[in-house]
């Protein structure tokens, strides 16, 4: 792959030596590529479900929402500072749709908190969106159209592998990414019948 075709971006960050890892969206659409540079190791951590969210008294949004209304209705994006991609086409690349962003965000934790009162939507990862969402008066629902193919990741360039800190780190995100299994105390319990009401 053409160095040229890296400048500006995060992984060329990874390549030259000015990130040493990337936990974030693996979409080679996102990227603008086809495939990812043989120096950086890639490890897909789970896939990525998009959620809408509104705010819970919404003026023309009930507990569905259509495409129609989706591409109509304003929308607050997550924007982090540094991407070289105009917003328009991070969200063309990401969720295959031209939205009408009216506001943007370095992060993605403050967007439920926005949306009350406005007749905004946002488009969040869903563990985050149902995290978020026992915080601040939203209502969950579908994306009304299919998404591309995403998956949370981790990426670093192969001349970090040996660092032992650096694999401790990755170790950890990894395995934080991996569903929860129940505790086995409780699944004892539940055998027991600990939890059937007297």
């Known amino acids: 792959m053409p160095r040229r075709a890296?400048?500006?971006?995060?992984l060329s960050r990874l390549e030259y030596g000015d990130t040493d890892?990337?936990?974030?969206?693996?979409?080679?659409?996102l990227f603008g590529l086809r495939e990812f540079p043989q120096s950086l190791r890639i490890v897909d951590l789970r896939p990525?479900?998009?959620?809408?969210?509104?705010a819970q008294d919404h003026p023309t949004?009930?507990?569905?929402i259509t495409a129609e209304q989706y591409l109509a209705l304003p929308h607050v994006f997550g924007?982090?500072?540094?991407?070289?991609?105009?917003?328009?086409e991070l969200v063309r690349r990401l969720l295959s749709a031209d939205l009408d962003v009216r506001a943007t965000t370095q992060g993605l934790l403050e967007i439920p908190f926005m949306l009350a009162g406005t007749?905004?939507?946002?488009?969040l990862p869903e563990d985050l969106a149902?995290?978020?969402?026992?915080?601040?008066?939203?209502?969950?629902?579908?994306?009304?159209?299919?998404?591309?193919?995403?998956?949370?990741?981790v990426i670093w360039h192969k001349r970090n592998e040996p660092d032992p800190g650096h694999a401790w780190?990755?170790?950890?995100?990894?395995?934080?990414?991996?569903?929860?299994?129940?505790?086995?105390?409780?699944?004892?319990?539940?055998?027991d019948g600990a939890d059937d009401p007297p």
């Open 6 to 10: 890296l400048l500006g971006t995060t």
């Open 21 to 29: 890892l990337f936990l974030g969206l693996n979409s080679l659409r």
């Open 48 to 54: 990525v479900r998009w959620l809408c969210a509104v």
């Open 61 to 64: 949004v009930g507990d569905t």
């Open 79 to 88: 924007w982090p500072s540094g991407h070289t991609l105009p917003l328009e």
């Open 119 to 123: 007749q905004l939507v946002a488009t």
């Open 130 to 153: 149902r995290t978020l969402a026992k915080l601040a008066p939203v209502k969950l629902l579908p994306v009304p159209f299919e998404t591309p193919d995403t998956h949370e990741v």
């Open 169 to 191: 780190l990755r170790e950890v995100l990894i395995a934080a990414a991996q569903p929860a299994a129940p505790s086995p105390t409780l699944q004892a319990a539940s055998r």
